[in-house]
T-cell receptor, first 120, second 113 residues
Framework: GAVVSQHPSRVICKSGTSVKIECRSLDFQATTMFWYRQFPKQSLMLMATSNEGSKATYEQGVEKDKFLINHASLTLSTLTVTSAHPEDSSFYIC????????????????FGPGTRLLVL | LAKTTQPISMDSYEGQEVNITCSHNNIATNDYITWYQQFPSQGPRFIIQGYKTKVTNEVASLFIPADRKSSTLSLPRVSLSDTAVYYCLVGDMRLAGTYKYIFGTGTRLKVLA
């Protein structure tokens, strides 16, 4: 099946620094990628939709100046957490939309392994 | 956006068949139904997707009644390694620019020895 990778898998940073997380679709091209955040024991919360070659669409309550998203190519989207604070510590997960889906049944979204961010 | 409702948790024993039902009363005509499995500290893993009737793959079956207002994920002969959270999602990903998955609570399945 389609594979999505994330890098790094975990990162620890000091408060006030910026952290960049990469999301790559390894064996398919993705015009659309999504970024989620997940706190312990909770469900995934969509943060933003990343479209190749255009500005990301942010969900209500997500600060676009704090969570910078760049979808520079059909296989790469990046999320930069700027001026990170301890409350930004979370599990960040990306996904990529495979337009060709499963045997033409429908389009499918594949998820990366996630990035654990800890801000001290 | 279709909202889904699933049981919050389920327990089962190894070797049993597990059926998890998801309710999606407001499913739209073009929406597909997709199920994901998530282990702690990992991203969700695609399990199965369907539109109507029954779909089967090497790991699960998906049953969708004619009105499509619900769906049932069937896991045959579960093992301890199937302990995870299972999410049911509905949507039409072809709505580029407007489509998005909204995750519900999911079902926390615990398989006991």
């Amino acid at each position: 099946g389609a594979v999505v990778s994330q890098h790094p898998s975990r990162v620890i940073c000091k408060s006030g620094t910026s952290v960049k997380i990469e999301c790559r679709s390894l064996d398919f091209q993705a015009t659309t990628m999504f970024w989620y955040r997940q706190f312990p024991k909770q469900s995934l919360m969509l943060m933003a939709t990343s479209n190749e070659g255009s500005k990301a669409t942010y969900e209500q309550g997500v600060e676009k100046d704090k969570f910078l998203i760049n979808h520079a190519s059909l296989t790469l989207s990046t999320l930069t957490v700027t001026s990170a604070h301890p409350e930004d510590s979370s599990f960040y997960i990306c996904s990529a939309r495979d337009q060709f889906g499963i045997s033409g049944v429908g389009e499918t979204q594949y998820f990366g392994p996630g990035t654990r961010l800890l801000v001290l | 956006l279709a909202k889904t409702t699933q049981p919050i948790s389920m327990d089962s024993y190894e070797g049993q068949e597990v059926n998890i039902t998801c309710s999606h009363n407001n499913i739209a005509t073009n929406d597909y139904i997709t199920w994901y499995q998530q282990f702690p500290s990992q991203g969700p893993r695609f399990i199965i997707q369907g539109y109507k009737t029954k779909v089967t793959n090497e790991v699960a079956s998906l049953f969708i009644p004619a009105d499509r207002k619900s769906s049932t994920l069937s896991l045959p002969r579960v093992s301890l390694s199937d302990t995870a959270v299972y999410y049911c999602l509905v949507g039409d990903m072809r709505l580029a620019g407007t489509y998005k998955y909204i995750f519900g609570t999911g079902t926390r399945l615990k398989v006991l020895a």
